[in-house]
């Protein structure tokens, strides 16, 4: 049984969040924009390591999978081919009571506001947010900010198997920004407008469609628990028949359980040869693979693994989140996985006495091309370390008078508060051994 979530661990994390400087209200001096979130100098450290964990496991270690960064403006045609102009909608229900719209799929009969029950029929409320490309605001430049990142794999496909020669089964792998008009957003950054999403399309001979499903459903439950989400944390539920999106055959969501319960982390689906065939149809270009083995010609199947980096950044965050008692105070500390933390390694010079301070810049200057380092000065060595345990800095150095005698520095773990000491020439080494 998985711990219940606890509920004052949302307010604790946000909170941590705004204080340290991870994720900010986006325009707060003009009372903040519709939960569009900036993410501050340690968030976006952690989130490019998001990122770049992913990339690692999804790009770097494979050899059947290629990168692309499509762009985020796209035409209608993209999405009247991709079904996404006549479905992607989402059900929207007001009270009549209070005002309020709601999406119907997530409130059940009540208003969350008010309390009423007296709710209009459902309505499909369109997703998409739509502009205009170029100077003229007609419907012939309009354009369209993409929901998902997935069409520009689609639509490059042909081009992406040319150019690299891959065979299926192969992949390409995207991470961007994507934009939803979402009815409601709720839950900081759980479900925001603006948001960044890392998708995976795999092309695979139709037969091994399944097996491919499988796969990729068991690979990417692993990748969260080797990055720290704790197992009973984390379930797979599949999607009934009537939940399946326009596109899909099998779709399975890896779920975290957030502080109000268990909610979507990522979706993996058999998305089919449902795009490969739309794009064909409507551009007139043949978005097959001929395979010279058999001499046939086929359409792939698509198998998408697709989860959000943002969201993904709040569930370790809040899988993080710890707190425990040294020395008789209460300390708060971000349990992140080294890859993850903002910082890898914190350098502290034991006072501000100046004689320390060029030791100091030496020593952040060894470590500093291998790991990101903060370097800190300001308040006593103890609030030093606590403030590093607060944004998860795995490893302190602090450097003293014995430096300079000996060359030795202090090395402090986070999570076990141990210290050792370590000659400044083997501190990279003891550094890498340590993480493994
Ligand atoms: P929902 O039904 O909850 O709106 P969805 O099933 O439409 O979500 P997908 O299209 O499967 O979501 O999106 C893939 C992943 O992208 C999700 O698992 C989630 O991690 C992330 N994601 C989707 N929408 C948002 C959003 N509005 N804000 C942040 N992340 C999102």
């Not at 795999?202 to 469609?209: G, L, R």
Request: aromatic residues 12%.
């Amino acid at each position: 049984m998985a711990d219940a979530p606890d509920p004052t661990l949302y307010d604790k994390v946000v909170n941590l969040c705004k204080v340290r400087g991870f994720v900010f209200p986006s325009a707060e001096i003009y009372g903040g924009f519709r939960s569009t979130y900036d993410y501050g100098p340690l968030g976006v450290l952690a989130l490019r390591n998001v990122k770049q964990a992913w990339w690692r496991s999804m790009v770097q270690l494979r050899d059947d999978v290629v990168g692309l960064d499509a762009a985020i403006l796209s035409p209608p045609d993209v999405w009247g081919a991709s079904g996404h102009l006549t479905n992607f909608t989402d059900p929207m229900v007001d009270c009549r009571s209070c005002k309020e719209r709601w999406r119907a799929d997530q409130i059940g009969d009540t208003c969350p506001n008010c309390g009423s029950t007296d709710l209009t029929e459902p309505r499909a409320f369109h997703l998409m947010f739509k502009t205009h490309a170029g100077p003229i605001e007609d419907e012939g430049h309009v354009a369209y900010l993409r929901p998902e990142t997935a069409q520009g794999m689609f639509t490059d496909f042909a081009s992406v198997q040319r150019a690299t020669r891959k065979r299926p089964p192969f992949g390409i792998a995207q991470i961007g920004k994507a934009f939803r008009n979402e009815i409601t957003t709720h839950n900081f950054i759980f479900r925001t407008r603006e948001f960044e999403v890392m998708e995976l399309e795999y092309f695979v001979p139709p037969a091994e469609a399944d097996q491919w499903f499988e796969h990729w459903l068991d690979a990417r439950f692993q990748w969260h628990l080797e990055y720290g989400i704790k197992p009973d944390h984390l379930r797979t539920r599949f999607h009934d028949p009537d939940e399946l999106s326009h596109y899909s055959a099998r779709t399975a969501d890896i779920e975290f359980l957030f502080p109000w319960g268990w909610g979507e982390l990522e979706g993996v689906a058999n998305r089919t040869d449902f795009d490969l065939k739309a794009h064909a149809a409507a551009s007139g270009e043949a978005l097959d693979y001929f395979d010279p083995s058999t001499n046939e010609r086929y359409v792939p199947y698509v198998i998408e693994p697709a989860l959000g980096a943002t969201r993904s950044l709040m569930a370790f965050l809040l899988s993080a989140y710890d707190e425990d008692e040294v020395g008789g105070e209460r300390r708060t500390v971000l349990r992140l996985d080294w890859r993850l933390a903002p910082y890898q390694v914190a350098v502290l010079p034991l006072s501000k006495k100046p004689e320390l301070e060029a030791t100091s810049r030496e020593v952040l200057a060894l470590v500093q091309p291998h790991f990101m380092c903060d370097y800190d000065t300001t308040q006593s060595i103890g609030r030093r370390y606590r403030r590093q345990d607060e944004v998860g800095t795995p490893f302190g150095i602090t450097v003293d008078h014995d430096t300079m005698r000996d060359g030795t520095v202090t090395l402090r773990d986070r999570d076990t508060m141990t210290q050792v000491r370590v000659p400044e020439d083997r501190l990279v080494d003891e550094l890498r051994a340590r993480i493994g």
